[in-house]
């Protein structure tokens, strides 16, 4: 029998109609984590096999660090920072889960004579490390990738204390609504500033601190905190709601004393 319009028209119409069925159920097999009890993180690892990681893991990350480094701590070769001073667009977005500003044009970090690009930075409240069992009001996450697709991450501790102007472009652009992105032309933002004068660090191997928790990252968490005031802080936690995983067993792992220093500034490319 030979095919009408109709039943042509009827027939595309159905076609569209499984594919976005199929799409949409695609979309729904996604696992969904939360920072809440009934998706969080003590459950995180039971929502997906890709997800195993996250309780099987004997190198995951946060954790709490010392207070100060000590003589029992061994010392790693610093780490060089290499900052891009120019004026960039800057990407604000709300992911349901952080803060997140994208960074395309990222400096870069080079540890053990490997370079790492800054991709994107994010913030976390309270803090995800602790020190001593204590947590700062928030961190900051740089996020830094190899070619080859590894990770290093510097971790910044946030204090209360005097206004900080410098995360001024950021925390004036908050999306409160998941899902929104806002995005400010022609800022320019030293990345460098954002971290504290004295960067000794404490540098260990480690793991995302969201799903899927992949271990391997290299972690550099900054021992001085930066100070933000009360307002600063109020406007990045008033949006994340606890957005923080607890800390995670060393499990023998060594946390090594470090620098990150900053290497000579790189023109604009």
């Not at 996604?30 to 929502?47: F, K, N, Q, R, S």
């Not at 370079?115 to 928030?138: C, D, I, K, N």
């Not at 990770?151 to 999306?175: F, K």
């Amino acid at each position: 029998m030979t095919p009408t319009a109709s039943t042509n028209s009827f027939c595309a119409v159905l076609l569209m109609a499984l594919l976005a069925h199929s799409v949409h159920a695609e979309q729904s097999d996604v696992p969904h984590w939360t920072y809440a009890d009934e998706g969080g993180p003590g459950v995180w690892a039971t929502l997906s096999p890709e997800y195993a990681e996250c309780m099987r893991g004997k190198r995951q990350s946060p954790i709490d660090l010392p207070v100060v480094a000590g003589p029992e701590l061994p010392v790693d070769a610093p780490a060089a920072l290499a900052a891009f001073h120019h004026e960039h667009v800057l990407e604000v977005r709300n992911d349901g889960h952080t803060i997140e500003v994208e960074y395309d044009d990222g400096d870069d970090l080079v540890l053990d004579d490997k370079t790492y690009r800054l991709v994107q930075y994010h913030f976390h409240a309270p803090s995800e490390h602790t020190v001593a069992g204590q947590h700062f009001p928030l961190e900051l996450h740089l996020v830094h990738r190899a070619a080859d697709g590894e990770l290093a991450v510097i971790g910044v501790l946030l204090e209360q204390g005097q206004h900080n102007p410098v995360y001024d472009p950021v925390l004036g652009h908050i999306p409160a609504a998941a899902g929104v992105s806002v995005r400010v032309e022609h800022v320019s933002i030293d990345v460098d500033e954002l971290l504290p004068a004295s960067r000794n660090a404490f540098g260990y191997l480690g793991s995302l601190t969201t799903p899927p928790c992949s271990e391997g990252v290299h972690w550099l968490v900054l021992r001085a905190p930066v100070a933000l005031d009360a307002a600063q802080i109020g406007s990045l936690a008033g949006v994340l709601h606890g957005n923080s995983r607890p800390v995670q067993p060393l499990h023998g792992r060594l946390i090594e004393a470090t620098t990150v220093e900053d290497a000579p500034t790189v023109a604009a490319h």
